[in-house]
C-alpha cells in the first residue's frame, strides 16, 4: 500500500515532511558483504582452517551478510512507512476533532 493514498490535508503546514523511503545504497551493500568476509576469515581462523582455501565459502558469507543488510534495511523502511501512515492517521483524527469543536462553539454563539 502506498503512502501516498492517505490524504494530507496538512501538507501546507511547513514543517510538514512527506515521508520518503531511502534507498539501499551500494555502499551499505558493500559493507555487509565485507562482513561476511571478515566473519567467514574469523570463523576459518577458529576452526583453524586455511584463510586462503575454500573460496566459495567466502562468496557465500558475503552474500548472506549483504542479503541479511538488505532484509534489515527493507524491514526498518517498512517500520518508518507504517510509523508515518499512522502519524497521518492522528493528525487527521484531530483535525477532525477540531473541526467538529470549533462548528460547535460556532452553532452555541
Given at each position: 500500500?502506498?503512502?501516498?493514498?492517505?490524504?494530507?490535508?496538512?501538507?501546507?503546514?511547513?514543517?510538514?515532511?512527506?515521508?520518503?523511503?531511502?534507498?539501499?545504497?551500494?555502499?551499505?551493500?558493500?559493507?555487509?558483504?565485507?562482513?561476511?568476509?571478515?566473519?567467514?576469515?574469523?570463523?576459518?581462523?577458529?576452526?583453524?582452517?586455511p584463510l586462503v582455501a575454500g573460496p566459495v565459502s567466502y562468496v557465500l558469507y558475503s552474500t548472506g551478510m549483504a542479503a541479511v543488510g538488505y532484509s534489515l534495511h527493507a524491514f526498518e523502511q517498512s517500520l518508518y512507512t507504517r510509523q508515518e501512515m499512522q502519524k497521518d492517521k492522528i493528525v487527521i483524527r484531530r483535525m477532525a476533532l477540531l473541526e467538529s469543536t470549533s462548528d460547535e462553539d460556532h452553532s452555541e454563539h
Open positions: 500500500m502506498s503512502t501516498s493514498s492517505v490524504p494530507r490535508p496538512y501538507a501546507h503546514l511547513p514543517h510538514y515532511q512527506p515521508p520518503q523511503g531511502q534507498p539501499f545504497p551500494l555502499l551499505n551493500t558493500a559493507a555487509w558483504a565485507t562482513g561476511g568476509l571478515v566473519l567467514n576469515a574469523w570463523a576459518r581462523s577458529m576452526a583453524r582452517l
